[in-house]
């Protein structure tokens, strides 16, 4: 079946630090990649998606690249903020004609300090 | 922005008791979805709704669970007989087509069973 696969957290950092969170995932045929963010007291949103391979899904400064020859999908940031403190989760979504269920990762919590 | 809602935030019930979450989602989405996490675990997939009837379910989705879309507006799941391990963050999602097509979520709706 299909999983996801994402890096153990809590991830500590320095305001302005780089941040790679890695995700890697299995799945049959072609999938849609998603990272979804959840701040403290609240619902998931949609932070950034990619479609097809090598697509670079990016928004408020998060980037992912759709990488299907290692079936990764890392989320990137150069400089982060306190602001995006929030357990950030990649998902798949397979394509199979119908309605499309969601297979989560475990969730990485980001910690952005001063 | 169009968003989905759920009601309530927060239910507590009594073990064995029937309980009613409710989701508006929005109003030009077709696809309905309900998810749940359990603290500290993973988003879990757990049934999907088109055109007035479940077009997937999980394992989890068992006779217990239903879901119904009453009206033109709200969309519900019931669970009958609440057990302990019921005790999760429910989410409600829709999306305006399957598959590639983001879901938005709710702000969840967190169930204590006691």
């Known amino acids: 079946g299909n999983s996801v696969t994402q890096m153990e957290g809590p991830v500590t950092l320095s305001e302005e630090a780089f941040l790679t969170i890695n995700c890697t995932y299995t799945?049959?045929?072609?999938?849609?990649l998603f990272w979804y963010v959840q701040y403290p007291g609240e619902g998931l949103q949609l932070l950034l998606k990619?479609?097809?391979?090598?697509d670079k899904g990016s928004n408020k400064g998060f980037e992912a690249t759709y990488r299907k020859e290692t079936t990764s999908f890392h989320l990137e940031k150069g400089s982060v903020q306190v602001s995006d403190s929030a357990v950030y989760f990649c998902?798949?979504?397979?394509?199979?004609?119908?309605?499309?269920?969601?297979?989560f990762g475990t969730g990485t919590q980001l910690k952005v300090e001063l | 922005e169009p968003e989905v809602t759920q009601t309530p935030s927060h239910q507590v019930t009594q073990m064995g008791q029937e309980v009613i979450l409710r989701c508006v989602p929005i109003?030009?989405?077709?696809?309905f979805y309900w998810y749940r996490q359990i603290l500290g675990q993973k988003v879990e997939f757990l049934v999907s709704?088109?055109?007035?009837?479940?077009?997937?379910k999980s394992e989890i989705f068992d006779d217990q669970f239903s879901v119904e879309r009453p009206d033109g507006s709200n969309f519900t799941l019931k669970i009958r007989s609440t057990k302990l391990e019921d005790s999760a963050m429910y989410f409600c999602?829709?999306?305006?087509?399957?598959?590639?097509?983001?879901?938005?979520f709710g702000p969840g709706t967190r169930l204590t069973v006691t």
């Open positions: 999602a829709s999306s305006t087509r399957g598959e590639r097509y983001e879901q938005y």
């Open positions: 799945a049959t045929g072609y999938p849609s």
């Open positions: 990619a479609t097809k391979a090598d």
């Open positions: 998902a798949l979504s397979p394509f199979t004609g119908g309605g499309n269920k969601l297979t």
């Open positions: 109003s030009n989405h077709l696809y």
């Open positions: 709704f088109y055109n007035n009837e479940i077009s997937e």
